[in-house]
């Protein structure tokens, strides 16, 4: 068994000197940083010719963002540079968004204050209570949340913010958290293991494993089937599933494994569409949202199917045609600078047919037929 134990603070080492990315703080170092911000916009207030100041945020567009590959690592992932966009109180199109900024800053400053932590759904119910004028909407929150870390230049979590997780983990797999007896992921059952959305603890659990392979599954419906039919049992590997677009303890959670365990392939299977591909980057690349934070998730995931070559083994009655969303997630992966050539002929492919293949359509072989698929993938290693 291999045991380790990761960083969540530990970094990189950079090829690109204008990388902008947040710090991760103590408590009282981020309260620190919001008591700067405000005391600075005291201090333009009380200047002998006051005037409100812009906030000078980290631009997260895509004309902002980079894919940088570090010099000791084979990880990819997204960053954004040094440039910045402006939120002005005395625009009419960015005026909430100004006030909304320091709304979010003082509850963090609370929660910090309190020692607690909380979900970004908890802070919106907090803030719709608070101030229904500004927050009438999760993405609100979840938006003016990235606008404080751009500004104030620090981890989410840092500010008291947790991760909501919806990842589960079975297979080869023992975690112990701090002072808990170990838990064995092969023995959760078709459920499996769910992932904590305390990054801080999911940073110091200790994880054991005698697997070869870390497997990342698209759909629940999937790794319900896959861990049924204990599909660990003959491929020694570790099931994770975030049931569809990944969230951050997920991701978290993947790049901790991908630290603690780093001669362990991560292999991603997920639908044959536009979606499936871009649940895959994000896991891989991570996201031009979360630029400042991406590599602390970014881990080297190699795409094991459903892929073009495997559309022989599909009835034609299986494939269904391109949704319009699929064609909108298929165009913005396509301007993108992250995708690979190999990745990018795929997509071009899904594009050209007109058509996507779910992992389902591979029940027609039978329902414990998904085994036997990942199982020749490996040993054939047809993954990119």
Not at 60 to 86: E, P
Not at 193 to 207: Q, R, V
Not at 224 to 242: G, K, M, Q, S, Y
Not at 299 to 323: A, F, Q
Request: glycine share 6%; net charge positive.
């Amino acid at each position: 068994m291999e045991e380790s134990s990761g960083g969540i603070s530990s970094m990189k080492f950079f090829s690109d000197q204008h990388l902008s990315y947040a710090d991760i703080l103590l408590p009282h170092e981020a309260r620190a940083r919001i008591e700067v911000s405000v005391l600075n916009l005291l201090r333009i207030l009380n200047s002998p010719d006051p005037a409100i100041s812009d906030l000078s945020l980290i631009n997260r567009k895509r004309s902002n963002s980079c894919i940088n590959q570090g010099v000791l690592t084979d990880v990819s992932y997204i960053f954004l540079s040094t440039s910045f966009t402006k939120t002005s109180l005395t625009n009419a199109k960015t005026a909430k968004a100004f006030v909304r900024v320091w709304k979010v800053m003082e509850m963090c400053f609370q929660i910090l204050l309190q020692e607690k932590r909380v979900t970004q759904r908890e802070l919106f119910y907090k803030l719709l209570c608070d101030s229904p004028d500004y927050f009438s909407s999760q993405i609100e929150v979840n938006r003016t949340v990235q606008d404080v870390v751009a500004l104030l230049r620090c981890s989410r979590y840092s500010l008291g913010i947790m991760a909501s997780s919806r990842g589960l983990v079975a297979g080869r797999l023992f975690l112990q958290e701090p002072g808990k007896e170990a838990v064995d992921c092969s023995a959760c059952g078709s459920s499996g293991f769910a992932i904590t959305g305390d990054l801080n603890l999911l940073d110091n659990t200790i994880m054991r494993s005698d697997a070869r392979y870390i497997i990342i599954v698209e759909k629940h419906a999937i790794f319900h089937r896959l861990v049924e039919d204990r599909v660990f049992n003959h491929i020694p590997c570790v099931f994770i599933t975030a049931k569809g677009y990944p969230d951050i303890a997920t991701r978290f959670f993947v790049h901790r494994m991908s630290t603690t365990f780093p001669d362990l392939p991560i292999l991603a299977l997920v639908d044959w569409n536009p979606a499936g591909l871009a649940i895959l980057c994000t896991f891989k690349f991570g996201s031009i949202g979360m630029g400042l934070e991406a590599y602390r998730y970014a881990c080297n995931v190699k795409w094991i199917g459903l892929r073009g070559d495997d559309l022989n083994l599909i009835p034609e009655e299986s494939l269904v045609p391109l949704k319009p969303k699929d064609s909108q997630i298929a165009k913005s992966l396509l301007s993108s600078k992250i995708l690979q050539d190999n990745y990018r002929d795929e997509l071009s492919l899904m594009v050209q047919t007109g058509k996507r293949a779910e992992i389902e359509a591979l029940y027609c072989h039978g329902y414990d037929y998904l085994g036997k698929y990942i199982a020749t993938k490996i040993v054939q290693g047809k993954y990119i």
